[in-house]
């Protein structure tokens, strides 16, 4: 039995995993995307509190929020499709960046819609002043302005969404979580497979939390 680590095979291996970062990437990306378009409107419905749509998000925020990512995923693509078979023909890839977005918009929306309710109130009754009307004061005024305060959190987000692509794998989409179970199961090293995934993805959180600090950086400097 193998008792010593074996940094030759993770040095070799590195290679191999990086080959499937660009499918981890992408559904991070897009995930992430499409998050943030559900977030705004589910925030903009929470914040003018309109009616029926009001408690309709408040049900999408519990049920995202209170039950785990993974659930939500077998839910979506082995559990929809009994239901709905329009979406039998849903492949694994386009399920797991539907589930990765709609579990953070849950959490997105709240953000936003905090960010937005720390605007003054002043600067809405400003723009009813010049004539704009809600939603154009909104998108022209509020969001922007909510935009700085909302980027830490939405950032942080951002980067679990990265980590939480992993747990496509459970449903065969061939990411680099993926490939590293394939080459442990292939090669019996799992810990050397294991780490040398663990590490590529450490790399990529510290490089898009340097990034986060440069944002924090740059929006706040006028302030």
Same mark, same amino acid.
């Given at each position: 039995?193998?008792?010593?680590?074996?940094?030759?095979?993770?040095?070799?291996?590195?290679?191999?995993?990086?080959?499937?970062?660009?499918?981890?990437?992408?559904?991070?990306? $897009?995930?992430?995307?499409? /998050?943030?378009?559900?977030?705004?409107?589910?925030?903009?419905?929470?914040?003018?509190?309109?009616?029926?749509?009001?408690?309709?998000?408040?049900? =999408?925020?519990?049920? =995202?929020?209170?039950?785990?990512?993974?659930?939500?995923?077998?839910?979506?693509?082995?559990?929809?499709?009994?239901?709905?078979?329009?979406?039998?023909?849903?492949?694994? %890839?386009?399920?797991?960046?539907?589930?990765?977005?709609?579990?953070?918009?849950?959490?997105?929306?709240? /953000?936003?819609?905090?960010?937005?309710?720390?605007?003054?109130? /002043?600067?809405?009754?400003?723009?009813?002043?010049?004539?704009?009307?809600?939603?154009?004061?909104?998108?022209?005024?509020?969001?922007?302005?909510?935009?700085?305060?909302?980027?830490?959190?939405?950032?942080?987000? %951002?980067?679990?969404?990265?980590?939480?692509?992993?747990?496509?794998?459970?449903?065969?989409?061939?990411?680099?979580?993926?490939?590293?179970?394939?080459?442990?199961? /292939?090669? =019996?090293?799992? %810990?050397?497979?294991? $780490?040398?995934?663990?590490?590529?993805?450490?790399?990529?959180?510290?490089? %898009?939390?340097?990034?986060?600090?440069?944002?924090?950086?740059? $929006?706040?400097?006028?302030?």
């Amino acid at each position: 039995m193998q008792t010593t680590l074996d940094f030759q095979y993770i040095i070799e291996l590195f290679p191999i995993l990086i080959k499937y970062l660009g499918v981890t990437m992408e559904m991070a990306l $897009l995930g992430f995307f499409l /998050s943030l378009i559900f977030s705004v409107i589910i925030a903009v419905i929470r914040v003018f509190k309109l009616p029926v749509l009001h408690q309709l998000a408040g049900l =999408f925020i519990s049920f =995202f929020r209170g039950t785990p990512l993974l659930v939500q995923l077998f839910l979506l693509y082995y559990g929809l499709p009994q239901l709905l078979p329009v979406l039998a023909g849903i492949d694994a %890839f386009t399920a797991a960046v539907l589930g990765l977005s709609l579990h953070f918009s849950a959490y997105m929306a709240e /953000s936003i819609r905090a960010a937005i309710l720390g605007i003054d109130k /002043s600067q809405m009754e400003a723009c009813f002043s010049i004539g704009m009307t809600r939603l154009q004061a909104m998108y022209r005024i509020i969001l922007p302005q909510a935009s700085r305060v909302a980027t830490p959190s939405l950032m942080n987000y %951002f980067i679990d969404m990265i980590k939480s692509t992993s747990l496509a794998f459970t449903f065969g989409v061939a990411e680099i979580m993926a490939k590293a179970q394939m080459e442990a199961a /292939s090669t =019996f090293k799992f %810990f050397e497979s294991f $780490l040398a995934v663990a590490v590529i993805y450490w790399v990529i959180v510290i490089f %898009f939390t340097r990034i986060q600090l440069f944002l924090e950086i740059r $929006l706040n400097k006028a302030y």
